[in-house]
């Protein structure tokens, strides 16, 4: 059984950074892309960044391009999220997701999900 477990999230000014972390675990994830998305109150899921295990090729949205960094560590099961530039909208819960296949960005199409962390952006 897939298991993604987020950790890094937490309160921070604007303008700041996070460092988020999912470990992955239950399977061999080499043909699997890991995703990060976020839900603010009251919003929809969007998406956020995804990346290929296999070749580390990446998705951004636009609203975080030049600001967050997605990133995998294949020797510890990992993907990172580095975000920088932080901006009181970026508050949300955030969500590590795995699906077995090329990047998409809607969550339909994502199998595993994580329980979220939270990450408030104050102005």
């Known amino acids: 059984q897939v298991q993604l477990v987020e950790s890094g999230g937490g309160l921070v000014q604007a303008g700041g950074s996070l460092k988020l972390s999912c470990v992955a675990s239950g399977r061999t994830f080499s043909t699997y892309t890991m995703g990060w998305f976020r839900q603010a109150p009251g919003k929809e899921r969007e998406f956020v960044a995804a990346i290929r295990w296999s070749d580390r090729m990446t998705n951004y949205a636009d609203s975080v391009k030049g600001r967050f960094t997605i990133s995998r560590d294949y020797a510890q099961n990992t993907v990172n999220l580095q975000m920088n530039s932080l901006k009181p909208e970026d508050t949300a819960v955030y969500y590590c997701?795995?699906?077995?296949?090329?990047?998409?960005?809607?969550?339909?199409?994502?199998?595993?999900w994580g329980q979220g962390t939270q990450v408030t952006v104050s102005s």
């Open positions: 997701a795995a699906r077995n296949g090329y990047i998409r960005t809607a969550s339909h199409d994502y199998d595993y």
